[in-house]
C-alpha cells in the first residue's frame, strides 16, 4: 500500500504491459545511468499518517501562543469570525485551479468579483486586481506600473514597514531602477523633505497610511505636492482602518495597496497573506495580476471572466510588465467572507475599537514614570513608546502570556485590536509598572 | 446566480465583537470617511447559503479527474489541511521572540534538509509566494552572483521558445534580455542554436526538464556544461519536478539554482489561483543571495515578498513529505510517470500525441490534423469534456505544438479513473466526426455557456455598482 496512489501492485504490473515495457527503469530510458538514482534517498523513511499527525504536532507544540497579543508591525491579531475560517475550507474552493474554464468556475469567479468589488468600496478605487502575494509586493508592483520612459525613479518613506521598503528594492534592483528613501521625521513622513526630492525623473511616491510606527500621515498634503510634480502618488493602507477613514482615493492616491492579512487572516507567522491593488479606471490596464471582469454568455446571462488577459504573462512574455501568473486566490476568498460577514458596522467597529484600545493602552502605560510617547503625532491602532527597561518589561509580559510590543530602535512598537478586553489591557500595565517598580 | 451585493439588505448583520469595554477616540480631523463603504450587509444564514451555492459552481481535484498539463493538479491530503489549521501554527506572530518560536523554524530546517537532499541543492528559502515569484528569486541570485564579480557584460538570459510565458517575463524583470531558441523537432534543446548564443554576456540558461512536452532532454549534461563553460549559470524549473522527483536530481544535472512549486509537486491545495509556495534551492555559491525579511531576520540581502513567506503552506509539503518519505517520493514520480503513459496509450489511435514516443509525467495531443478533419478544435473538445464531468486539459500550450491539449493525470488517479477518461477522448473523438456542431457550441451542461471574452475586455465591468 502507498500513500495516496490508489494503484495496486498488479495493477501497475498490467498499466507496464499496457505501455509496453517490463519496468519502472525503462520509461526513464533517457535519462543518463550517471545521474539515475536507484533508491537511496537520505531521507526518513515515509509514515502512517497517525506518526505524521504526531510529528508535525509535536513541531506545533514547540511554539509558544500567546493569547493575548500586543504587537502589530505588519501582522495583526484581529477577531476572525468563525464563519470565515470555515468557508475556504470547502473542498471545491480549496482544490480547485486557476478558473480558467470559466464555464466549470463560475463559483470562483463571482467570489473574486465580489471581492473587488468590495476592495473598490474601501479604498474609493474604481478597479481592483484579485489580488498579489502580499502588501509588500504589491507596493513593489505598484512602483512597476508607475514607471515610464522618462520617469523611472520611486521614492518611498522611511516610515513605511521595513520588510515593504526591502522588498520595493528589490523589485527596483531587479529593473535597475532607482528607489531613494525619505526621511522621516518625529516618526512621520518628512514633507520638506520629500518635496525637495521630487524631480522630473520621479514616476511615484509611496507612503504607508497609518505609518510604520502607527502614525497617522499627511496624506494629502503629500498627494498635493506629489502631483504638483507630475509623478504618481501610491498609499499602502490598513484595510481595517479604511472602514472609518478617509479613501486614498480621496486623498488624491493614483494608486491604493496593502496588506490584506487583517481581512480574516490568521497570524500563521507570516503567511499565506493576501496584497490589494486597486486603482483609477484610467490606470486600469497597467494593473498587474489577475482581473475577474462581467460579461454575457453564448445564452445571454451574466457570466464572469478572468479578463484584460493582453496585459498579463501568457500573453504579452518578456513584454509583459509583471510575470504574476497567479493570485492568493483562498485568501481572496478569505477576506471576501470576512468584509460580508463583518459588514460596514461590523468593520467600522473592529477599526474603532482598535483605536480606542491602543490609546487606552497608551494612557496607562505613559502615566508609568519613565515612559512616554516617542512620537507627538496622532495614532491609529500603534504607538511607540520611549521605554528603558524594555527587555525586562517584555520578559515580565512574556511570563504572564501576553506578547509586548515590538522592540525597534530608539523604543518599543505597540499594538492593540478589537480583540484585547480591558481587563487584560489593565493586567499588562499593571505588570509593566512593577516592572518599573523595582 | 445573485451577486452577494444584490442579496444584501441594510440594517442586516451579526454581532461578532462585544460593546467597547474603553472610551472610543474619534480620528482626527479631517481624516473620517465621506460616507461608509457599500460592503454586503447580511445574516450569517443568507452569507451561509451564498457560499454553498457559488461552491456549487466550483469542481476541485479532490471533487473530480483533473488532468492539467503542467499544473500536477494531484490529491491534496486531508492531514495536511488539519496540521495547517493548528494553532500552534496560526496563533504565531511571525516577529514574535525567536525562543517562542522553535517549532516554525524547526519545520522551515525539516523541509529545508528534505527539498535540498530531494533536489541536489545546499541551502534553500521559503519566501517566494508562488512559482514565478520563485522564478523571480531564482534569476535574481543569478543576477547577483555576476554583479558580485563585476562582471557587467552578462546581459542576456537563454529561454527555449516551448517555456512557460513566465519565463521571460521574469527574466525581463530582471534586467535582462531574453534570447528564445528554438526547440529541436524533437521538443528538446537545439543543441547547435544554443551553442549559436552562448558567449560572454550569456548570464544563464532557464530550462525545466522534462520539457514542457513531457520529454527528459538526455542531453541535459551537456546543456548545463556548456552554459558553464560560457560563464553562465543555470536555472531549473521545477514545474515539471513530479516526473522525477527522487529519480534524478536538478542538482545531479547540472543546475545551479531551482525553484519548486510546493502547490503542484508537494500536493499542497491550488485555492483556486493561490496561495501556493515557490521554494528557491541553490547550490552553496549561491546561497549568500537568497532572500531574508528585514524584520524578521537581518536586512542587507534582497527580499521577495515580508517575513518568512506562505508558512502554513509550507507546512502541508513538510507533512506530505514526511508522510511519503524516502520511498514514498520517487515511487510518487515513478507512477505519475506510468499514469500519463498508460493513459496516452489507451487514447492513442484517436487522438495524436506530439510525439509518438514514451512520455514523462505529462503528455500533448496535437489536434491539428484533426482540426483539418473535423473542424472541431482543441477549445472544442476542451469544452466539451465539461459536459462529460471531466476539467480540460491544458490549452494550446506549449506553443510549439498546434492546437495542443497537455494531460497530466499525476500518480493519484486510479486506473479506473484513467481508463474512463480515455473513453471518453475516444467518444469526442467520434462526436467530432458525427455532430461537430453540438461540439463547437459546447459545454451545454455547465452553468453558463461560453462566456463572450471579446466584450469583457473592451467594455470592461470589474466591479459591481449598484
Redesign the interface.
Known sequence: MSNFIPSTQEERLEMLRCVGVSDYRELYRDVPSEMYLDGGLNIPEGMSELEVGRAVSAMAAKNHVFPTVLRGAGAYDHYIPSIVKYIPTKEEFLTAYTPYQAEMSQGILQSIFEYQTCICELTGMDVSNASVYDGATAAAEAAAMCRDRKRTVTLISAAAHPDTINTVRTYCYGTGSELRVIPAKDGKTDLDALKGMLGADVASVYIQQPNFYGQFEDAEAIGEAVHANGSMYIMGCNPVALAIMKTPRDCGADVAVGEGQPLGMPLSYGGPYLGFMATTAKHMRKLPGRIVGQTVDSKGQRAFVLSLQAREQHIRREKASSNICSNQALCALTAGVYMAAMGPEGMAQAAKQSMAKAHYLAAELCKIPGISLKYTGEFFHEFVTVMPKADDVLKALEKANILGGLPIEGGVLWCATEKVSKAELDKAAAIVKEVYAK | ?K???EKSVPG???E??PK??????P??A?????S???????S?TD??R??T???????????GF?P?GS?T?????R?D???A?????????????KH?????Q??LD?IR??LC??TGMDDMTFQP?????G??TGV?LI?QYHDARGDSKRKKIIVPDSA???N????????FQ?VNIPSAPNGCVDLEALKAVLGEDTAGLMLTNPNTVG????N??QITRLVHEAGGLCYYDGANLNA?M????PG??GFDCIHLNLHKTF?T????????AGAVGCKAHLAQFL?K????EE?G?????????????V?KA??Y????????????A??A???A??LM??IKGTFEPAFDR?CMHEFVLDLSQFKKETGVSALDV??TL?DRGM??PTMY?PLIVHEALMLEPT?????ETLDWAAEVFRQLYDLAHKDPEYMH?A?HN????????V???RK?????QP
Open positions: 446566480m451577486l452577494i451585493f442586516r448583520g451579526m461578532y465583537l467597547c469595554d474603553v472610551e472610543e477616540v480620528l482626527p479631517g481624516l473620517e470617511r465621506a461608509a463603504p457599500k460592503l454586503p450587509e447580511m450569517e452569507l451561509s451564498h457560499y451555492e457559488l461552491n456549487k459552481n466550483v469542481h476541485g481535484v479532490n471533487c483533473y492539467l499544473c493538479m494531484k490529491y491534496n491530503p492531514i489541511e488539519e496540521m489549521a493548528l494553532p500552534g501554527f496560526t496563533g504565531v506572530h511571525p516577529l514574535a521572540p517562542t518560536t522553535q517549532g516554525c524547526e519545520v525539516t534538509t528534505s537532499e530531494i509566494a508562488a512559482g514565478a515569484h522564478e523571480f535574481l543576477k512557460h510565458g513566465t521571460p517575463a521574469t527574466a525581463a524583470m530582471c534586467g531574453v520529454i527528459f532532454d538526455e541535459i549534461l522525477v527522487g529519480v534524478v536530481r545531479d544535472m500536493a491545495p491550488h485555492g483556486g489561483g493561490g496561495p501556493g532572500p525579511s528585514a524584520a524578521m536586512p540581502h534582497i527580499q521577495v515578498r515580508s517575513f518568512a513567506g506562505n508558512f502554513l503552506v507546512v513538510l507533512t513529505i514526511l508522510a511519503l518519505g524516502r520511498e514514498g517520493i520517487p515511487e510518487a515513478q507512477n510517470v506510468l499514469n503513459n498508460y496509450s489507451k514514451i476542451a469544452k465539461i476539467h480540460p500550450f500518480e493519484t488517479e486510479s486506473r457550441n459545454p455547465a452553468q453558463i455557456g461560453r462566456p463572450d471574452e466584450q469583457a475586455a470592461p465591468i470589474v466591479r459591481y
